[in-house]
């Protein structure tokens, strides 16, 4: 961590290795900086995969080909690029890529949809076949480095190097989970990409790691937001080695699977955390919890509608307990609430209940609570039992400039 | 004008009279401040009404009970409380705006449903009967006032008053209508609010003038947006007193209805206009115009998608032709968008199009453009014949700094 990091920044966690996965890195070019930009990462043969991207329908052609080779369920490589997104490209984007796919796929006698790649950064500018050939090269004939290198390495505006890890027993045989992920808004399109890459020995079928990711995302990367752009580029890749010895998992009737499903779960939300802790200008780390909701995922989109809100993240930077904004965005989350039976708190102080303020509301720890880093809001819509917890920072002055010079 | 007043503020307009139409201000002292604060409008008997509210589930008495009130077609009142939005604040809420409505009906001998009450200002504080009482006793001994007047009455956190103008021929009857506005954010709940009222001597049946304020409304209020958040307290009332003698409309069959729509269309657009040029911390009036959609409403949403990224915002403001950001924004809007086919263009320079940077893009007339007030923003989605623009303002620290400190 560096004077210039963020507030909310953590350091770098030791993190096992990963048997089967071997992490490279080299300078590319692709922008005028002295630092790695191109991640190169060898995986042993018969390596699952599983993935989540974006929904942005404008999306890279790093996002459409990785969809696509997903279908085999194998990975043998994966390649990010970084001061690029390749996005909004057209065909010289997509060749691109396949160029890259090609190069790795001679190298390791492998078939090129195993071989996965991701580009972030500014959108609209073909990457450079040539930058990112040479690059390659030079990562082929360097010295393996280890995972905060490779985070370092995937990062643009990031303020802080992020990564993860987690373990679970299946059987007798304990799995490691390590993950690193780049981001300093999940939707930040021409700067800050989210992209995530975990990595795990556990012997377990493709569509089974597609199934616990998938669930994993919905309650951690999908319930993070930093200021609702959606980047063109969003991706989160899961591989797995097999190299544990486990028995090898296929579906929640297997011994250990449960275990592996909550190391997994519990390593996406640390990473998501990461992100939203590097978030634009943030000062404050904000965890905004529905209860008594119709569904969880009603909870989920009334919770993002909070998180969202330009009004509430500014009266949180401001530490304003302004709970009349959340009833806005509560209001305005287009999703079944009664004014009546609303309840909003800070901190673990209800500041409005039943649709109405607190007779002997005490402003007091409230006001304490919000001058703290670690900001919680609670909400309890009492319709029905849907709750969930999303997560975001406050939006400050340093938002703005960033943002309104970065291109520039 | 102030020297305080927005960068885009205009100087207010002569206004017509408008006839069965009285306007008087008093002090209500709703908040510690010397200016006059509730707003007092006498309508002519048979007075037809119209009204548009949002759509936030929270919302106000004052709302719900607009909202019925609409139901039998007349009015003979209308109250403006400033400084207190009386949004979330239960029954004593409801209690405040019946006890007013029964004191006016009392005054005039008509039925409490015929008296329309709004209030605008902070959120969970019941608004105070007694002060509501004696500044509606001080109105009625009032002389009139002007229609300045009355908009800087209703104003709360904005910087200029607002208030514009339409006429139409209805057959050899000219009809005048005037409009007074607030808000500062369409839609920031606890201090901007936006009301608008709008008065004219047209003869017009309360459906027929409801059917024509609802379809405006659809292009102009709802194609404007300062920061996405919805207000609890949203309201536009139209007031049609039949004073000036044209043959009544009932519907688009009756000579000259055309005519009046345009000039109410024209009056909504005006007024929408000057809400988005009172945008908190605005420095720049954008328009954002789609064109190529699948549908008009398809063409809004992508429009606000855009007018409501704070990427596109802050780039804007740091006078910055990201079109990239553009890009995202579309895509994220969950409408049908094609990459390949979509092209984005400042003040009327196109920068990509068909889904690539133009080869021989010069980005010279963009930055001259961007430097200006008054910004637009084209995309072509190449699908369809769908359009509609959306008016915005940027995201700067002038926002920050109000929303931050507001309450406090």
Not at 154 to 169: H, P, Q, R, Y
Not at 235 to 249: D, E, I, R, S, W
Not at 281 to 291: C, L, R
Request: contains cysteine; glycine residues 10%.
């Amino acid at each position: 961590m560096t004077d210039t990091s963020s507030p909310l920044a953590v350091p770098f966690p030791p993190l096992p290795a990963i048997a089967g996965v071997t992490v490279r890195v080299a300078r590319a070019g692709y922008k005028n900086w002295g630092r790695c930009d191109l991640t190169y990462v060898e995986l042993a043969e018969e390596t699952a995969v599983a993935g989540v991207f974006t929904r942005n329908v404008c999306c890279s052609s790093e996002v459409e080909l990785g969809r696509l080779n997903l279908a085999q369920g194998h990975a043998r490589a994966l390649v990010v690029n970084a001061g690029n997104s390749n996005a909004f490209t057209g065909y010289r984007g997509r060749e691109a890529v396949e160029a890259i796919m090609r190069q790795i796929s001679g190298h390791l006698g492998c078939p090129p949809e195993q071989v996965f790649v991701s580009s972030t950064g500014v959108i609209g500018v073909p990457l450079p076949k040539d930058k990112a050939r040479a690059g390659i090269e030079a990562a082929l004939l360097t010295e393996p480095c280890d995972w905060e290198d490779a985070a370092n390495t995937i990062a643009t505006t990031d303020t802080f190097a992020k990564g993860a890890a987690a373990a679970a027993m299946i059987g007798d045989v304990k799995v490691q989970l390590t993950g690193i992920i780049k981001g300093s808004g999940m939707i930040a399109p021409d700067m800050a990409t989210m992209l995530g890459y975990i990595f795990t020995d556990a012997a377990i079928s493709p569509a089974f790691l597609q199934h616990c990711l998938s669930t994993s995302n919905q309650r951690t990367f999908s319930c993070i937001t930093v200021d609702s752009d959606t980047s063109t580029s969003d991706t989160v890749l899961a591989f797995a080695t097999g190299k544990a010895g486990n028995a090898p998992l296929a579906s929640f009737s297997d011994p250990g699977a449960d275990a592996f499903a909550a190391a997994l779960d519990d390593l996406c939300r640390q990473l998501a955390h990461l992100v939203v802790r590097d978030g634009e200008g943030a000062q404050k780390f904000i965890a905004v919890s529905i209860s008594g909701a119709v569904s969880d995922e009603s909870a989920r989109r009334i919770g993002l509608a909070i998180a969202n809100s330009p009004l509430v993240k500014t009266a949180i930077a401001g530490e304003d307990a302004n709970w009349g904004r959340v009833v806005m965005a509560v209001g305005k989350a287009g999703e079944p609430a009664d004014r009546d039976r609303l309840s909003i708190g800070f901190g673990g102080t209800w500041a409005a209940r039943e649709g109405q303020p607190l007779a002997d509301y005490d402003e007091t720890p409230v006001v304490a609570h919000l001058k703290g880093r670690e900001i919680s809001v609670e909400v309890d819509l009492g319709l029905g039992q849907g709750c969930a917890t999303v997560w975001t920072c406050d939006l400050t002055h340093g938002y703005i400039a960033i943002n309104a010079d970065y291109r520039t």
